[in-house]
């Protein structure tokens, strides 16, 4: 089925709402899940509201709290997100630590204690609208093994960085060290297609083709050892900084159970980026653009090109969402209105 | 033939030395140069010593200077190179950030108009062995297509990051998002042996496992479509933060004739790491290093392992080098001598 932004984002809000959300909260939690869909991220979507909401009724997900941040030093802000949302935390940390970049050039926030983050674009789309760059660092549970290894010892560590070009949108990267997405796995399994060749391997470590036996199994990092490589310092660097478990002793993004212990990494750099610069950055991304392709129909793109062609589409004409997940939402809405007197 | 550590170190030193390098700055340029040899990575090692010998003695390279900082703002650290030697400029740069990273938390210096850095281990590791954390980046010329295009367009865009781990040696990862690098290339042209299908096209953008084609075309990035957004973002974030020129713009890390314009980005990081995270590091290492291998025969690698083990037996063995690129240095040695009154 279809469904417009403004239906999607009033339905997510209410449910936070509902939950004792502050609106501002809400808005922002529904606005980020929202994003991922009309950008052609379900994993990212919707489908982890309803986890979300049963965290927030067993109190593992706290929908008011922004947070409790100190100063490090003058420019490492540390935060206890004290179980609120990725999304609220993460925002008001990086609001705190933008003054002090600009400022002094770079800072950096950690995180730790706060839910599931989301789409790491949201945050550094953010940082660039306030014309710095950033880069952003999330780990997560075990779920990609090492190049040359079987077993799920990593996270899919994804990163994002963006960097604000004047009078254009800012360039935007944000993706996972995995080949793929768990998210992704799970929905071929759903649909019963087969896996490339590469992308996973089973519980017992061997190498499968099988979605559904690649769920309790392993993910390959991308490109091989250097992804690995990539992955491997993530991991470590946020665990460095942020003081939070390895891969393996991190729960809470994918169940309802525990409470949600990964970390979060934000720098943000004041460059001094001058006009002059700007107008050269959009030039050099165009010339890519029109670079001789590959293939003749398939132009060469610039990371992020795809994600706001479909972020555009979609706000015209709505995205696809599952029925399934579409009625519960709909009967989470409905059991609220029957708990209300 | 064999040569050792000691009298490659010796070679290379006097070299620099006779064309008016102060010893420090000989031995620390030699020293870089020697590492990379060892630690099996010929293509930054002294190979590029001729040519940076014709850089000094035209006037591209100054061997004296250590560059000229200053702070841009409290804890950005901006360095004209004053075209001086690389690893001269940079590890001065890095010593000055240091002491404001370890007040404030993090600092960053961004370097313009110093010569090609070699290995970006080296510094990751000095800031490693000051127990903080490091990241690195440099650009280069155009040598790298981006995915689905056919045009060399992006620098080989190498990222190294350090972590440092108490009662062990630092993590330490270094690496090009080119899926090879043209030094391997140019070895591969030399000994006329094929590429592997993928890694290259020819000058008219055609794919081609003809390593002397591909010296004229342009390499793939890493991990397709991931590696070369990941590759695109260094080169944007070194021209923003550096503010130097993009790829196409970029000269003087593989020639004798123009003055270098590549830029040169650290970013040096506080964690206040304690001594439990340090030793939970080495375990978690550890156990990757100890799970399930794919092939039985070959245990799971942390990165970082083969350089170390290189290393290590090159100290003791020395290692080999090539007996044309030998005479070519004693040649240079011997000018020297003539020259002398």
Redesign the interface.
Known sequence: MKITEAEATALATGLLCDRGAPPAHAVLQAKVLVDAEMKGHPSHGLQRLPRLIRRIEKGLADPATTGSGQW?????FSVDGARGLGPVVADHAIATAIPRAR??????A?IHNANHLGMLAHYVEGIAEAGL?GIALSSSEALVH??????A?LGTNP?A?S?PVEGAAP?V?D?A?SIVSMGKVHHYAATGAALEPGWAKDES?QPTIDAGLARAGSLAP?????????G??FE??I???A?TP?A?GISGTLDAEHPCNKGDVF?I?????DRQ?AS??AA?LD??RH?????PA??????GDGARDRMTAARLQGFTLDPALHRQLLSLSTQTAQAQP
């Open positions: 490090q030093s003058s420019s490492f400022e002094t050039g770079i800072a950096i950690a760059i090492p190049f040359g290894g079987t077993r010892l990163v960085m960097i360039f990267v993706l060290t470590g991308f490109g091989g050892a250097k992804g690995y490589a990539l491997l310092s470590l660097l665990a460095a900084i003081g390895f393996p720098i750099i004041n460059a001094g980026t610069n050269r950055f050099y010339a890519i670079s001789a392709p590959e293939q398939a132009p060469v793109r610039v990371p």
